[in-house]
Nanobody
Framework: QVQLVESGGGLVQTGASLTLSCVAS????????MGWFRQAPGKERDFVAA????????YYVDSVKGRFTISRDNGKNTVYLQMNKLKPDDTAVYYC?????????????????WGQGTQVTVSS
């Protein structure tokens, strides 16, 4: 049974930093592509960042480029999202997800397993 557990969310002020973590179990983590998505109230779940199984390929939505960094530690079955210079528009529930194969990195429907999410709130 695949499980993804996110942590690291919280309430911060504009300009602050947070690091989200997602620990995976029940799968061969080192072979899995991983992604982070976010969902604000009343909105769809949107792509934020993704990383290939090897860490070679990284993908970001334009609005977070230069501020967010996705990384992984295959020895710890963990994927991270370092978020700097946070803005109120970054407020959302953040989800990590596993994609088993395929090249559609930015489509939520292409991911196979999801965590429960962690809330990030950025105050102005």
């Amino acid at each position: 049974q695949v499980q993804l557990v996110e942590s690291g969310g919280g309430l911060v002020q504009t300009g602050a930093s947070l690091t989200l973590s997602c620990v995976a179990s029940g799968l061969t983590f080192s072979s899995a592509d991983m992604g982070w998505f976010r969902q604000a109230p009343g909105k769809e779940r949107d792509f934020v960042a993704a990383i290939s199984w090897s860490g070679t390929f990284l993908y970001y939505v334009d609005s977070v480029k230069g501020r967010f960094t996705i990384s992984r530690d295959n020895g710890k079955n963990t994927v991270y999202l370092q978020m700097n210079k946070l803005k109120p528009d970054d407020t959302a529930v953040y989800y990590c997800a596993v994609k088993i194969g395929g090249n559609s990195w930015r489509e939520a429907g292409k991911y196979d397993y999801w965590g429960q999410g962690t809330q990030v709130t950025v105050s102005s």
